[in-house]
């Protein structure tokens, strides 16, 4: 195996001179197994993939209780990287699919995951078709950062997905779970409570990783109530625009999507907003009251 493909410089982490350890009885997610696995397999970890493996046992357990892995349930794993969470997934009985895009470690996933009946199916996340899963799958997974977004709102959409307890950065996860009013709150918490629920379960610091990313983590947990409708397209584009310049009135947002200002003054005031109420501070209710008021849906 070489590591052609890979453009990162060096990481300080894995330096030749801290390398092999010696590590055949130290569990799979330690340092030193990780480095040793990395250094067997001729790799290193690739920054243009979100590649920071975990290395704490407390974190993938706390991510494996927090998703509800357990005998029987469907898990779908995005990026298992080394296969550390994954095992800890499959060790708990569930049926797991694991997606990874990163066919270098196709030796590294045969060797750490042989023997625990994880299904691995090699390709992108982007790409993968998420209507294909059981009913009642579970999203458990250390997310790649780059495409954190677009993979969670693909899980939303997808009515079989029931959860997704996801490692996120830390600015994110405030995102997800904040409240009309409060600083970080946007369209991506709007989406979030349009499908469900979210609950912070904890901080990750970076020393948690190997090599340390940026940025502190934070694990949470979405639920998505799959007794609600899936919401119009057209109503998270309308939200989407109207939540655009968060800081700015809701009536400045949708003027710059063409609404006529008549139309909009009728469905604020319809919704007993205050006529220059910012956007951000619009409960979600509302705002699909003034959706339904200027014909946006019904
Ligand atoms: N689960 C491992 C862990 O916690 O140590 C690795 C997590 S690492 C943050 C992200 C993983 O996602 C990497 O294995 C990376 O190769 C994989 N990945 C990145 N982009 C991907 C994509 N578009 N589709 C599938 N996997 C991807």
């Given amino acids: 195996m070489n590591n052609d493909l890979n453009t990162d410089l060096p990481n300080p982490d894995l330096a030749s001179s801290d390398l092999p350890v010696p590590a055949a009885s130290a569990p799979l997610y330690s340092p030193a ?45 995005i990026g298992p990287g080394l296969g550390v969470l994954t095992r800890e997934v499959a060790a708990r009985g569930s ?84 409240k009309p009013g409060q600083d970080a709150y946007g369209f991506l918490s709007a989406l979030a409570a349009l499908y469900g629920t979210v609950k912070h379960v904890r901080d990750v610091p970076k020393g948690a990783f190997l090599p340390a990313p940026d940025v502190t983590s934070s694990v949470v ?46 469905a604020i005031a319809g919704a007993n907003l205050r006529a220059d109420v910012r956007a951000e501070d619009v409960a979600l209710d509302d705002l699909q009251g003034v959706a339904r008021s200027l014909g946006v849906v019904r």
């Fill in 221 to 266: 947990r979405l639920d998505f109530d799959r007794t609600r409708p899936l919401p119009d397209p057209a109503l998270v584009s309308f939200i989407d625009a109207a939540l655009h310049h968060r800081r700015k009135t809701l009536r400045n947002n949708l003027r710059l999507i063409g609404h006529e200002a008549a139309a909009i003054d009728a």
């Fill in 33 to 77: 197994r990780v480095r040793e696995l990395l250094t067997l397999h001729g790799l290193r970890p690739t920054k243009s993939l979100g590649q920071n493996f975990l290395i704490d046992g407390n974190i993938l357990r706390a991510i494996a209780e927090a998703g509800g892995a357990g005998p029987g349930v469907p898990v779908l794993e």
């Fill in 95 to 178: 049926v797991v699919t694991a997606l990874e895009k990163d066919e270098r470690l196709r030796p590294v996933l045969a060797d750490t995951l042989a023997g625990t009946g994880v299904t691995v199916i090699w390709g992108d996340a982007l790409d993968f078709d998420y209507a294909s899963l059981p009913a009642g799958t579970r999203v458990i997974a250390n997310l790649p950062y780059y495409i954190t977004g677009i993979l969670l709102s693909r899980f939303m959409q997808a009515a079989h997905i029931v959860s997704a307890t996801v490692l996120v950065q830390k600015e994110v996860a405030q995102r997800l779970a904040a």
